[in-house]
């Protein structure tokens, strides 16, 4: 259950950073350590309805490890929010997913997006995904803080592994 946490927003992005860290320490699997990740920036991260990632397989984003309602399986390079922060390998932050041009709509409430590449030796290996019911939930400070534990992550997975799995 998500609750509000009125801490600086670094504050917050530094300890989930931190806790991600300690859940991924020591463990070899890729998927366990993509599913704890992915549950805990759904519980840790407020008014979200949807955080997971999307493997890169082959030339399209596969649906991996999540926490919300049911996805989009597959999304082809530079469709949707998703293919386009892999095709750009940069974050894509929307404020308003109904005004971005060719919004996959996974699940139609959903109202604003942020998305962050995994880049591992100058590849795209996968995308975290991030979508409210609220619009314009994400800011800069919300990348920002994405963009470390992505970074912190990287290290720590098998993502030759989780990518031909």
């Known amino acids: 259950m998500q609750t509000t946490d009125t801490r600086p927003t670094g504050d917050r992005y530094a300890d989930l950073r931190r806790d991600a860290l300690a859940l991924v320490d020591g463990e070899p699997d ?3 350590n993509l599913a704890n990740v992915a549950a805990l920036v759904f519980e840790r991260v407020e008014d979200l309805n949807w955080a997971g990632f999307y493997l890169m397989r082959g030339d399209e984003l596969v649906l991996g490890p999540f926490q919300g309602r049911p ?3 597959r999304i082809a390079l530079g469709k949707g929010v998703c293919g386009t922060a892999a095709a750009e390998r940069t974050s894509q932050l929307v404020p308003d ?7 996959i709509a996974c699940d139609p409430r959903s109202r604003s997006e942020l998305v962050v590449p995994v880049v591992v030796e100058g590849r795209v290996v996968a995308v975290l995904d991030l979508d409210s019911e609220r619009p314009e939930r994400f800011d800069a400070a919300d990348q920002a803080g994405l963009e ?6 990287v290290p720590r997975i098998d993502w030759l592994r989780a990518c031909r799995a």
């Open 97 to 103: 997913v109904h005004a971005f041009p060719g919004h």
């Open 71 to 73: 996805a989009c399986v």
């Open 148 to 153: 470390s534990l992505v970074a912190a992550i």
């Open 30 to 32: 890729w998927l366990a």
